[in-house]
DNA sequence: CGGAAATCATGACATAAATCATATTAAATC
DNA sequence: GATTTAATATGATTTATGTCATGATTTCCG
């Protein structure tokens, strides 16, 4: 099995923060988990036994509305951590995570994580500057959700997905989501999300080809209104 | 001046993981502000040279959207911490934070939270606890927000005023607001939050003597849809 | 105290977005 | 490869909520 230490997922969190020692015992007590697209990592109201490490793939943590409508709070790719939040808190997730394709992650026993963080400064004080990170884009979010657009947030979705999770060598989205993903992400009907998409492939400002996206006029996308 | 070990308001926050040593330090620099109604205490993109402690009164939390208009994110009542976020991850607030009453504010010097930060473990994963607190409450608002009618989100605005804030002899909220500070709440139009305050009324769930707000019919605000 | 300004209240209307309905296309399964 | 199932697409209609307009109150302040 690969060890953390060279492990480039890891470089990219706050477990880079962690002493040689404490990495070394990560990586002796971890272990390589592997999913499928549409595989539930976890669900909502579990008590998780530790974190994982997003080695490779894309997933999404959800959460269910009072109305029965699944709304996706945040796509999470290589390097980061799931579950963090409810072990530092020690409390049941509020979220569920779903594999978006296939997906490689290492679980790292909460022992190891709590550990550290009562006894490594520089390890708890990274993990709390994500959190204080990780909050404020939430209230952004907030923000968003309360004073922006469908459409608005339609186009800031396909533009943070790009920023964030790339494009291939064709020039679309890496992530690949359906249409009910969108809409989930941007808080509406799969209908209206399918709409906007259509509408803005007729304006010109993304192509599709199946579930592939391409933003073309990245400009015209941060204009929608 | 009082000192902030025997404050009670200290006693509701993370600074109550401090150690003796550490609180004598904090006390002996903290200074005590006091805000009228409206005054504000820092604005958007600060950057601030310490936190403020509630000592009593409230205020909210605001940015301003792209559209010009303002959201109040959070109210802030006796025992919580302005600007802690910021102060943490060393960045200028995404917030302003606005007296809603008279409030006494304890303004306390970054460094005094910051090196115990870096050295008291307990003071630390303490403050963790509540950012990763912090961040549920704000994936929960952002869900009701993307889910929920405006109807509901005034319904259980004025449930949790109530029960965060509590009431008054009367039986009327404690915290007095605007019908425009509801609507930055609910993230709604002044007029939709004055008509749907009316009909709350019209039904018996609440009532209402100027800006004085009684909750009547707890029950029926938890049903409305 | 009295006038100005802010806040609250309501009606009329416009509109974004949800819902319902029904094809069409793509993907999965036998 | 045929058949079922799921995903995409688009039209028609309804509904919630925003916007504009106008008065009535209340609050503020000289």
Same mark, same amino acid.
């Given at each position: 099995m690969s060890k953390c230490e060279q492990c480039i997922a890891r470089q990219l969190n706050s477990l880079n923060a962690m002493t040689t020692e404490e990495i070394r015992n990560v990586s002796a007590c971890k272990t390589t988990r592997f999913y499928k697209k549409g595989d539930v990592i976890f669900g909502e109201g579990e008590s998780l036994h530790g974190v994982y490490c997003v080695r490779s793939g894309v997933c999404k943590l959800t959460k269910l509305s009072?109305?029965?409508?699944?709304?996706?709070?945040?796509?999470?790719?290589?390097?980061?951590?799931?579950?963090?939040?409810?072990?530092?808190?020690?409390?049941?997730?509020?979220?569920? =995570?779903? =594999?978006?394709?296939?997906?490689?992650?290492?679980?790292?026993?909460?022992?190891?994580?709590?550990?550290?963080?009562?006894?490594?400064?520089?390890?708890?004080?990274?993990?709390?500057k994500q959190l204080a990170k990780d909050l404020r884009s939430a209230e952004d979010d907030l923000i968003n959700m309360a004073q922006k657009s469908v459409k608005q947030r339609m186009a800031e979705t396909l533009i943070h997905i790009e920023k964030v999770f790339g494009v291939g060598e064709s020039g679309a989205l890496n992530v690949i989501l359906s249409r009910e993903d969108y809409a989930s992400i941007v808080g509406t009907a799969t209908e209206s999300a399918i709409r906007i998409l259509s509408q803005f492939k007729k304006e010109n400002l993304i192509s599709t080809s199946g579930k592939q996206i391409t933003i073309e006029d990245l400009e015209g996308l941060k204009r929608v209104e």
């Open positions: 009072a109305n029965g409508k699944e709304h996706t709070v945040k796509l999470m790719g290589t390097g980061e951590l799931l579950g963090q939040r409810s072990v530092i808190s020690d409390e049941r997730t509020n979220l569920s =995570a779903v =594999a978006l394709n296939d997906i490689e992650l290492c679980f790292v026993p909460k022992d190891q994580i709590v550990n550290p963080l009562h006894e490594n400064q520089s390890f708890s004080f990274d993990v709390m």
